[in-house]
Each structure stands twice: as C-alpha cells, then as structure tokens.
C-alpha cells in the first residue's frame, strides 16, 4: 500500500480491517495448537484474546457505515468481551496451578516471536488510518495489548527453559489477563468519552 493518508470509511481502511482480521485469526489458531502442545497457560490465554481481537475488527468493519451510537455499543461490547476474556484466564491459571502443568519454554517462545512481527505489521497498517472512531481506536488498543503480551511470554520462556518451573508460564497467563483488564476499562472509559462529547455537541446545536 501507498504511504497516502486513508479516507473515513473507504476501500482501504476496510482493505486493512480485512487484513488485520485474519492475520488474527490466523495467530489465534497458531496460539491454541501450540498451546495446547506446549501445556501453555500463556499461549492459550493468548489465543483466546487474539479471539476477541478478531470479533473487534469484524464489529469494526460492520460500523465503519453504522451511527455514532452503533459504534459505541460496538466498542463497549469489545470492552466488555476483554473483561470477560480476563476472568477466564485467571480461571485457567488457577486450574493450572492447582492441578500442575509442563510449559514447554521452546514452544512458548517461538510462538510469541512470530505473534509478534504479526503484531507488528498489525499495529502498522491501523496507525495508517487517519480519523479512527472509536472502534478503530479499541482495535489499535487490543493490537497494543497483543505486542506487549507477546513480550512477555518471550521473557517467561527463557525462564522457563532455565527453572523448568511453570510459574513464569501461570504469572504471565495472569499478566496477560491484567493487560486485559486494562484494555477493556479504556476501550469502555473511550466509549463513555465519546458519549459525553455526542451529547455536549447535540446540546451545543440546540441551543443556537
């Protein structure tokens, strides 16, 4: 793609929302398998947000000609969904270290790096877009959220490798879910935001 600026709603933002999607969806699979093969609470808990930054972009690409309205209820169901995401993985964790696991460090890591470049090439095709709404601002947060995820999953395998312990593996699972938490709070706090501002500006109109 050309280095031009992307017009509100046109064929190359939905070009991109398009790309993004299925670059997520692709690593959320990769994240599920070698999860499941390597025993990783991390990678799996991973997978699962890569899930709901899936379901973000799809919701953004059905509101990129919806209302105002319709895309904040849009991104306060993404926040809400990350919420819930959370809670799920501070559940596994849990079951994890209750009942033991063997986080395979090699696996962990090389997952994380190819998430990673995906991440990367994610985060640059959004900051291209120019006037994001909010939908498409909740969409760069959770790509945000993914690199730094990815980060420490990287940390946690090398850790791994040299205790041969599972803790690095259950502290990042909940890491990742605090992260989480994180996100889905600003994506609802922006929503709320952007709220007060269609209100204020329907006010403003109403009295001249």
């Known amino acids: 793609m050309s280095e031009?600026?992307?017009?509100l709603d046109s064929a190359?933002?939905?070009?991109t929302l398009w790309i993004v999607l299925w670059l997520n969806v692709g690593i959320?699979?990769?994240?599920?398998?070698?999860?499941?093969l390597g025993d990783s609470s991390a990678l799996i808990a991973n997978g699962?947000?890569?899930?709901?930054?899936?379901?973000?972009?799809?919701?953004?690409l059905l509101a990129l000609t919806r209302t105002?309205?319709?895309?904040?209820?849009?991104?306060?169901?993404?926040?809400?969904?990350l919420l819930l995401f959370a809670g799920g993985v501070v559940l596994d964790v849990i079951r994890r270290f209750i009942e033991g696991s063997e986080p395979v460090g090699s696996t962990m890591m090389a997952m994380a790096i190819v998430a990673?470049?995906?991440?990367?090439?994610?985060?640059?095709?959004?900051?291209?877009?120019?006037?994001?709404?909010?939908?498409?601002?909740?969409?760069?947060?959770?790509?945000?959220?993914?690199?730094?995820?990815?980060?420490?999953?990287?940390?946690?395998?090398?850790?791994?490798?040299w205790t041969g312990s599972n803790w690095?593996?259950?502290?990042?699972?909940?890491?990742?879910a605090a992260i989480a938490v994180y996100g889905g709070v600003d994506i609802?706090?922006?929503?709320?935001?952007?709220?007060?501002e269609s209100r204020e500006k329907v006010a403003r109109e109403g009295e001249e």
């Open 116 to 161: 990673a470049v995906v991440n990367l090439l994610s985060l640059y095709l959004l900051k291209r877009l120019e006037n994001k709404d909010v939908n498409l601002r909740a969409a760069t947060t959770f790509s945000l959220n993914d690199f730094a995820a990815n980060g420490g999953i990287i940390i946690s395998g090398i850790v791994v490798l």
């Open 188 to 196: 609802l706090q922006d929503a709320n935001q952007d709220g007060r």
């Open 28 to 36: 959320a699979a990769g994240f599920f398998v070698t999860g499941y």
């Open 68 to 81: 105002r309205i319709w895309k904040r209820n849009a991104a306060r169901f993404s926040g809400i969904m």
């Open 12 to 15: 190359d933002k939905r070009r």
């Open 48 to 60: 699962v947000d890569n899930t709901s930054d899936a379901m973000v972009y799809g919701l953004s």
């Open 4 to 7: 031009a600026n992307f017009d």
């Open 168 to 176: 690095p593996d259950l502290l990042v699972g909940l890491a990742v």
